[in-house]
């Protein structure tokens, strides 16, 4: 790979990773996994993101660097 390419390369991890999110209801325990792309990690864990059918919410458990 030349210089130039790595240099490349590697801005553009810096710019963009890729974060795997698993999170479960809070009342029935089913599992939400998504896949999201960013800086940064986009949630915390403990973290209620979205809404569960069974009308609890989806609480951050787990966050992975891709």
């Excluded at 939400?32 to 949630?43: A, C, D, H, S």
């Amino acid at each position: 790979m030349t210089p130039l390419i790595s240099y490349i390369s590697e801005l553009l991890y810096l710019i963009y990773m890729m974060w795997i999110v698993t999170a479960y209801c809070d009342l029935c325990r089913a599992k939400r996994t998504l896949e999201v792309e960013g800086k940064t990690p986009p949630y915390h864990l403990g973290d209620r993101i979205e809404e569960c059918p069974c009308g609890g919410k989806y609480v951050v458990e787990e966050i992975i660097e891709v």
